[in-house]
Each structure stands twice: as structure tokens, then as C-alpha cells.
């Protein structure tokens, strides 16, 4: 798989779990190698979607700067395309745990650090580009000191992103999950591409499924629950929405097509 990875981090105890972090043009992406387990998902990769919080962190530049980092005892922080989110080191029964999102923000970040008790946060807030940008003035590189408490009054958690943009889709074949908990108003949006899709293909049903234990389906003899089913046809230009309920979260979330075809799936969470 090739695309915009920038990050890979892990532990060897613990659990054994190897982190790599990228994004493609649908979200970023979190994938996740997890030591030996009974439930023969020991020694693959699995792959997790979340929000992107800013379009202005898909420049190739912030290739540079995305990291995940233990910052404090037995506690990782990962900044990604504008969002900080809280993970554990922890890994077992093939699946990782207690992924949340913390606070969304505009900082450039180049990296961070725990020292001597203080959260540091390296800052790169304005850069003339040798004097290609006239108006940014004095570059801001100086350090940021505070507490890692401090990054929950940052701003509220929001992002967009999505499992499929034009994807050719198989039936039946759920997509990867996508991160749900931890926000507050959410909205989906499904558009069939009819013209991209198999000829005669006129209707469509996507169905919703949710995990509210956390751990994505992965252990053993836990199923996804059924939320959902929307329909894709003419009647709504092969296009409709559908508004998670006021104060509805799961921990993750996926979709599954009852047939072959192209489409896009994309949240919006604010």
C-alpha cells in the first residue's frame, strides 16, 4: 500500500502494537500491527479511517510533522491533519483500544515532548518561505509549555472524511471502520456514480453497521450492530443523507453495498 505515510511508532511490550499514520484523499489513515492473539488477526496489519480536522494539512509539506508520541506514563498523543486524539500503547485480541479524539487546533506542530512536567509543543506558525510569502512577517518558531490537560480547552473536536470517494465497491465487502466516538453532531453522505458503475446498475442499498464495544469487530464472536439501510436511485439523483440521532455515538462505524458498484461515502462531524 503506498501512500502518504509520515508516521510509524510502537512499543515493545505492551502488547506489542505497531501504529503507522498517513492519509489518502478520503481521510487519514491509522493502521495497526498487533502482536500475537487467539483470534487470527496476530501478524496483520488492519486498517482505521479518521476525520480529517483541516484541508490544510494535505499540502505533501506536512508529511514532515504528524506524530505520535508518549507523552506521558502509558499514554500516546497523536496529531494528525489538524487534530490531537488519545490512544493507548495497550494491544491485545488482535485489536487496539481506547482511540478518542481531544481537541481540534490550527498550530503547526513539528513535534512535541514531555519535560519535567510540562507538555512542549515546537511551533512553526508563519514562515516567509525565503521571502515568498510578503505578509507573514516574523516567523513564530518559539515553544509552546503547558500541560497536556491544556489540549482539551483547545478547540471542540470536528472533521470530515470518508471510506469510499469514487471507489469501486464489491457487495458485501464491509468497508474499513471509521471512527465515530467522541464527537458530537454527525451527518453522512452517499452518492451511487452511476455513470462509473456496472452497466444497468439503477438501485442501490448501502447499509450502516456500528461497534459501540471499541475494538472494531476484531475479537472474537463480537458482530457489528445493523443501524441503518439507505437506499440510492433515481428518485434522489443517486444521492441521499442520513443524520445520526441528537446524542447517538458508537465507537466506530462502517458500511456495507448490497451490490458492485462506484461510490462515495463521506461524515461530516462538527
Known amino acids: 500500500e503506498e501512500t502518504a505515510f509520515v508516521e510509524v511508532a510502537g512499543r515493545g511490550n505492551f502488547g506489542k502494537v505497531i501504529y503507522a499514520i498517513g492519509w489518502d484523499s478520503r481521510s487519514v489513515i491509522l493502521k495497526t500491527y498487533v502482536g500475537d492473539d487467539e483470534t487470527g488477526n496476530a501478524g496483520k496489519w488492519i486498517t482505521y479511517r479518521l476525520p480529517k480536522a483541516s484541508h490544510a494539512y494535505d499540502h505533501l509539506w506536512q508529511t514532515e510533522w504528524p506524530r505520535l508520541r508518549e507523552v506521558e506514563t502509558e499514554r500516546y498523543l497523536l496529531d494528525v491533519h489538524g487534530q490531537f486524539y488519545e490512544l493507548s500503547p495497550l494491544g491485545w485480541a488482535g485489536s487496539t483500544w481506547g482511540l478518542r479524539p481531544v481537541s481540534r487546533h490550527l498550530r503547526m506542530i513539528p513535534d512535541f515532548t514531555s519535560y519535567r512536567g510540562f507538555l512542549v509543543l515546537g511551533g512553526n506558525q508563519v514562515s516567509p518561505i525565503m521571502d515568498n510569502n510578503l505578509v507573514t512577517g516574523q516567523p513564530q518558531s518559539g515553544l509552546w509549555f503547558g500541560k497536556t490537560d491544556d489540549l482539551w480547552s483547545f478547540g471542540k473536536p470536528q472533521g470530515w472524511g470518508g471510506v469510499w470517494r469514487k471507489t469501486a465497491v464489491n457487495r458485501f465487502i ?67 443523507y442520513f443524520i445520526f440521532p441528537t446524542g447517538f455515538s458508537a465507537h466506530w462505524v462502517r458500511l456495507v453495498s448490497r451490490y458492485d458498484c462506484t461510490l462515495t461515502a463521506y461524515f461530516h462531524y462538527t
Open 174 to 240: 464491509a468497508s474499513d471502520p471509521y471512527l465515530m466516538t467522541g464527537f458530537d453532531k454527525k451527518i453522512l453522505h452517499l452518492t451511487l456514480h452511476q455513470e462509473l458503475s456496472p452497466p444497468g446498475t439503477e438501485s442501490v442499498s448501502v447499509e450502516v453497521y456500528v461497534d459501540y464495544l471499541g475494538t472494531a469487530g476484531h475479537t472474537v464472536n463480537e458482530e457489528w450492530a445493523f443501524l441503518t439501510s439507505i437506499l440510492l436511485n433515481s428518485s434522489n439523483r443517486y444521492y441521499e
